[in-house]
């Protein structure tokens, strides 16, 4: 079982930026790919960005490609999202989630947690 805690959100101006954390409960952090996705008002949850269970590989939803950055610490069982360049269609809430598998880039996660809001104005 794993426990994710989002942070960092807020309210900022288009072209600025912001970093969102996630800090997971567990000693085993390094066994689960990390992922953030995103929902905006009435559209559906959308993947945005995973890295792998080591931190070595990333991927990227192409609307966030060279904007956003995801990392991860082991050491301190965090991951985060660096968003750089953020523009009003980047205004949603903003989900951590951690998959046993190891995969990048899908929907089906096992642990969710509760989110963080993003509001970009224009």
């Known amino acids: 079982q794993v426990q994710l805690v989002e942070s960092g959100g807020g309210l900022v101006q288009t072209g600025g930026s912001l970093r969102l954390s996630c800090a997971a409960s567990?000693?085993?952090?390094?066994?689960?790919?990390m992922g953030w996705f995103r929902q905006a008002p009435g559209k559906e949850r959308e993947f945005v960005a995973a890295?792998?269970?080591?931190?070595?590989?990333?991927n990227y939803a192409d609307s966030v490609k060279d904007r956003f950055t995801i990392s991860r610490d082991n050491a301190k069982n965090t991951v985060y999202l660096q968003m750089n360049s953020l523009k009003p269609e980047d205004t949603a809430v903003y989900y951590c989630?951690?998959?046993?598998?190891?995969?990048?880039?899908?929907?089906?996660?096992?642990?969710w947690g509760q989110g963080t809001q993003v509001t970009v104005s224009s």
């Open positions: 989630a951690a998959d046993s598998k190891g995969r990048l880039g899908v929907l089906d996660y096992d642990y």
């Open positions: 567990g000693r085993t952090f390094s066994s689960y790919a």
């Open positions: 890295v792998s269970r080591s931190g070595r590989n990333q």
